[in-house]
């Protein structure tokens, strides 16, 4: 198994441009989530998803997108990008068990700069 | 709004010291668990503690929470160079398993 995988590893944009984050996990995990991690500010949720085609706002959605078709992919969408949206974007799945009701795996994140 | 405090934000330590990482909240989490993260990769799970006044223990590393749910300790004993990394506390309050992160603690050990 890989795990999470996240593409691109690095990114450099320019303000106003758009990309997409890829996310993909092959663990069958019906949770979903997007993260952004700023210096000193912790991990930031910016949108989840209980599966496909269910998504839903976290504390930090403005200026972002998600889509969720599959159960594997959970795409994030930067439509203008801003220089406030330069960040490390972490992807994480999780699928709560009694024994394991709250464990997410992370991605190994995508560095943004937006200039 | 639900949030986690952590203490202190850096730490920095001689091989062989013991060190306690604080998290602290007003509210009351239904679980809290403990990640650690190296440069360049995502936070990966030490611990998850759900009962009030649970202890566990992973090696050197101990994890308490609180009797009243709203508080977590980590404590390394005998810390090792190995044990330099980004340790973040994290709470769940709620369905969906949503996670409030805390800030983090950036903790280096010298040999």
């Known amino acids: 198994n890989a795990g999470v995988t996240q593409t691109p590893k690095f990114r450099i944009l320019k303000i106003g441009q758009s990309m997409t984050l890829q996310c993909t996990q092959d663990?069958?995990?019906?949770?979903m989530y997007w993260y952004r991690q700023d210096p000193g500010m912790g991990l930031k949720l910016i949108y989840y998803?209980?599966?496909?085609?269910?998504?839903d706002k976290g504390e930090v959605p403005n200026g972002y997108n998600v889509s969720r078709s599959t159960t594997e992919d959970f795409p994030l969408r930067l439509e203008l990008a801003a220089p406030s949206q330069t960040s490390v974007y972490f992807c994480?799945?999780?699928?709560?068990?009694?024994?394991?009701?709250?464990?997410?795996?992370f991605g190994p994140g995508t560095r943004l700069t937006v200039t | 709004t639900q949030l986690l405090e952590q203490s202190p934000q850096f730490l920095s330590i001689q091989e062989g010291e013991n060190l306690t990482v604080y998290c602290n909240s007003s509210?009351?989490?239904?679980?809290l668990q403990w990640y650690r993260q190296e440069p360049g990769e995502g936070p990966v799970l030490l611990v998850t503690?759900?009962?009030?006044?649970e202890v566990k223990k992973l090696k050197r590393l101990t994890f308490q929470f609180g009797d009243a749910r709203k508080d977590s300790s980590l404590h390394i004993t005998a810390a090792q160079p190995g044990d330099t990394g980004l340790y973040l506390c994290?709470?769940?309050?709620?369905?969906?398993?949503?996670?409030?992160f805390g800030q983090g603690t950036e903790l280096s050990v010298k040999p």
């Open positions: 998803s209980v599966g496909a085609g269910i998504t």
């Open positions: 994290a709470g769940t309050y709620n369905q969906g398993g949503k996670l409030i």
């Open positions: 994480a799945s999780s699928y709560p068990t009694e024994t394991s009701p709250y464990e997410q795996y």
């Open positions: 663990m069958n995990h019906n949770y």
């Open positions: 509210s009351v989490f239904s679980s």
């Open positions: 503690v759900v009962t009030g006044g």
